[in-house]
């Protein structure tokens, strides 16, 4: 007699691993849920606070330069020829790159001085709704100065009115700042200009004044070129 022997029960460990991989797919499921609703939030927050923070330094640098003894004489000078006509201007960039290298001294250590700032972001943030905004634990956000920083001088030329040019050099400014949060490691990038010369004078830039200068471009109405 031939005796058929059945399939063994699944025995308890069996089980408890089938448990333990549907627990698993679930944490990394509810993960990249919260990621997906986590991450655009915190960004959105984060690059406000970077831009903040990067703004204040940036207006405490420019308002030390500006009290300081820093001449637009010294900076730009306008040419004339015999009769007074408007030739071009002459740039001296020894006191342009003095300024500009004691701009981003000043803007670093302000942010320096400023360290590393640490915010909570309510979890009642993430459902979108506004009466849960302020609702549910913080979840801890920390804002690095991340050290770089670019100043680039600019020159700007823009018709003032009749038979007149207002005449501008700016230093546009680029600041990162790291940002440390759950599920995210961002660099942000805060763009400034602040200006270091303003000035009206009589006369139009002759246009053959622009014609040698390179990367030449045409912002907002004004005839712009980097000074290197």
């Known amino acids: 007699m031939v005796h058929w022997q059945g399939k063994s029960r699944p025995t308890w460990r069996t089980y408890l691993g089938l448990i333990l991989l549907i627990l698993v797919l679930f944490a990394v499921l509810a993960t990249m849920v919260m990621e997906s609703r986590l991450a655009p939030v915190l960004h959105t927050w984060a690059r406000t606070k970077a831009v903040n923070l990067a703004t204040s330094a940036i207006n405490l640098a420019v308002a030390e330069i500006m009290a ?12 004339r020829d015999e009769v007074g006509s408007l030739q071009g201007v002459q740039y001296d960039m020894g006191e342009i790159n003095r300024v500009s290298s004691q701009a981003s001294q000043m803007i670093l250590q302000a942010l320096t001085d400023l360290g590393e700032e640490a915010f909570s972001i309510p979890v009642g943030l993430l459902s979108g709704l506004d ?7 913080g979840i801890p956000v920390r804002m690095i100065p991340a050290g770089a920083l670019t100043a680039k001088p600019v020159a700007s030329f823009e018709s003032a009115g009749i038979n007149q040019t ?40 002759p246009s053959w004044y622009f014609a040698g200068q390179e990367n030449l471009t045409l912002r907002d109405g004004r005839l712009e070129f980097p000074l290197n």
């Open 68 to 79: 300081g003894t820093m001449s637009s004489a010294k900076i730009a000078s306008v040419i």
């Open 166 to 205: 207002w005449h501008r050099v700016f230093l546009d400014l680029q600041v990162t700042m790291r940002v440390a949060a759950p599920l995210m490691v961002d660099e942000i990038v805060v763009a400034a200009r602040i200006p270091i010369v303003e000035e009206v004078f009589m006369g139009a830039v």
């Open 131 to 137: 009466f849960l905004a302020a609702w549910g634990p």
